[in-house]
């Protein structure tokens, strides 16, 4: 039933940063089950958005496509990856949770047993002691099954992201140096002020005004480091009226000045 000779299991710490990671699609010939460790992202996979954060954990296939849209500017995001070969799972009750259509629902919200197992895989990975092939094998087998029992009860404050919140992404992410007003992006997207305020608050665990802000000081925080543009320079180009203002979210987002951030 499980080929458990011969599949191999990799285990990765894996950092993306506001800085580092990458804005292209890929696409991997395994199985990858992720556990956000820390910071948060906006995960694309396939025609559908995820907004990721610490202590979700998202299923890919190797057929899924996905990249990367945002990650958090403070901490960027880190994923523990379990990464298995497909042919591991064949004709097992495990081929419906990895295995659906393109846009199925591939994220799960971690436990205290999953999330200790997928350490436990870290360690046996890392120390390689006698066996220790057969022992990921048994602990990756009762990982999916946690997983697929899990899967039957899913979560109810889970929020779906609706694949046309991607265009008012995009919309923001070529506008946000000037002043988008939250009417204007509600009308693009075709809801009321109100009703789209409260969507993208759940979406993304922040005000649509804040998340201005955060697009803001992350295209700031870039300038700063890479051009010698002065304080007011960066301000005006990344959409703030004035140094004060602009001075006060970059510290409020960053927990420094501009300058004390270019020092360190």
């Known amino acids: 039933m499980f080929d458990l000779e011969n599949n191999r299991i990799n285990i990765s710490r894996i950092l993306l940063t506001f800085d580092t990671f990458s804005k292209r699609f890929t696409v991997s010939q395994n199985i990858k089950v992720c556990l956000t460790l820390k910071g948060n992202g906006i995960w694309q996979i396939s025609n559908r958005l995820y907004s990721v954060k610490k202590g979700d954990i998202v299923i890919l296939n190797n057929r899924q496509q996905r990249v990367f849209r945002e990650v958090s500017l403070l901490d960027g995001i880190e994923l523990l990856t379990i990464d ?13 949770l990895v295995f659906r259509n393109d846009d199925y629902e591939c994220m799960l919200t971690g436990s205290p047993a999953i999330n200790r197992l997928f350490v436990e895989l870290e360690r046996e990975y890392n120390a390689r002691l006698l066996h220790y092939e057969y022992v990921m094998n048994a602990k990756l087998v009762e990982l999916l099954s946690l997983l697929r029992r899990q899967n039957y009860a899913p979560n109810a ?33 075709g809801m009321s002020e109100t009703g789209f305020s409260k969507y993208f608050s759940r979406c993304f665990k ?25 304080v007011l320079e960066i301000a005006l180009e990344c959409g703030f009226n004035n140094a004060a203002s602009f001075y006060k979210a970059f510290k409020n987002v960053t927990g420094k000045t501009p300058m004390d951030y270019k020092r360190s």
Do not use: C, Q, W
């Open 206 to 230: 922040m005000g649509f005004a804040k998340y201005i802000i955060h697009k803001r000081i992350n295209y700031a925080v870039h300038l700063v480091r890479e051009t010698n543009k002065t």
């Open 157 to 189: 404050n889970e929020v779906h992201i609706d694949s046309d919140m991607y265009k008012v992404l995009e919309y923001i992410n070529e506008n946000y140096t000037r002043n988008i007003s939250l009417k204007e992006a509600a009308g693009y997207f």
């Open 84 to 96: 298995f070969d497909p042919r591991f799972i064949l004709d097992t009750p495990f081929m419906g």
